[in-house]
């Protein structure tokens, strides 16, 4: 069964600095998808940024990338220039990429990430 | 995201009553998922819907049970609510992806149920 986990539960970043969240994952498919999802205190699952597990190169949307590193089972969110919105709790997410079976996506408890002013 | 709908938002009700969740979307994704968050334990998935007449259980389906009554709708039902059930519920959809498989889901705004 894949885990996901996600070792820092709280972080806080300073406005317009750079901040990385962490996330480790479990699994011995070799085709899968990685997300990164946010949910403000709106409490809206809003996606952020997915990587396909066959791509090599990282994601990127806008602010937003990521540090896919295969072989170590690593998936780490960078956000640069963070701004007060971008308070949240993230949470890493897996799915298998095949045909059949649930799909579910697997997730992390979780990050909780503060922007100060 | 506005092309997937939840109702209600926000519902409290006593033990042994009857819900019914409801989803809709306008993405045009023929799969839909229903999922419970509690605190500290991310979501997990309670039933999928892959089209109409394909509903499968997922990893916590006891004491719910789903309808799909079209391509855009997918209701979420607890028999007899009990307190434990009382969570923040996703639904979600997705279209089909490559190698036959899922591809991005995507969210509801979520229900809050209380169960007293």
């Known amino acids: 069964a894949q885990t996901v986990t996600q070792s820092q539960p709280e972080m806080s970043v300073q406005e317009a600095e750079t901040v990385t969240l962490s996330c480790t994952y479990d699994?011995?498919?070799?085709?899968?998808?990685l997300f990164w999802y946010k949910q403000p205190p709106s409490r809206q699952m809003i996606l952020v940024i997915r990587?396909?597990?066959?791509?090599?190169q990282n994601a990127t949307e806008n602010r937003f990338s990521v540090n896919f590193q295969k072989a170590a089972k690593s998936f780490s969110l960078k956000i640069s220039d963070s701004q007060l919105g971008d308070t949240a709790m993230y949470f890493c997410?897996?799915?298998?990429?095949?045909?059949?079976?649930?799909?579910?996506?697997?997730f992390g408890k979780g990050t909780k990430l503060t922007v100060n002013p | 995201d506005a092309d997937v709908t939840q109702t209600p938002r926000n519902r409290i009700t006593k033990t042994g009553k009857r819900i019914m969740l409801e989803c809709s979307q306008t993405?045009?994704?023929?799969?839909m998922y229903w999922y419970r968050q509690d605190p500290g334990l991310g979501l997990r998935l309670i039933y999928y819907?892959?089209?109409?007449?394909?509903?499968n259980k997922g990893e916590i389906s006891d004491g719910y049970s789903v309808s799909r009554q079209a391509q855009a709708k997918f209701s979420l039902s607890l028999e007899s609510a009990i307190p434990n059930q009382t969570a923040l519920y996703f639904c979600?959809?997705?279209?089909?992806?490559?190698?036959?498989?899922?591809?991005?889901?995507?969210f509801g705004p979520g229900t809050r149920l209380t169960v007293l």
């Open positions: 979600a959809t997705s279209d089909l992806g490559l190698a036959g498989g899922s591809d991005t889901q995507y």
């Open positions: 699994t011995s498919e070799n085709n899968y998808y």
């Open positions: 990587q396909e597990a066959y791509k090599q």
């Open positions: 997410a897996f799915m298998k990429h095949a045909k059949g079976g649930s799909e579910k996506l697997v």
């Open positions: 993405k045009g994704h023929d799969r």
């Open positions: 819907s892959f089209d109409v007449k394909d509903i």
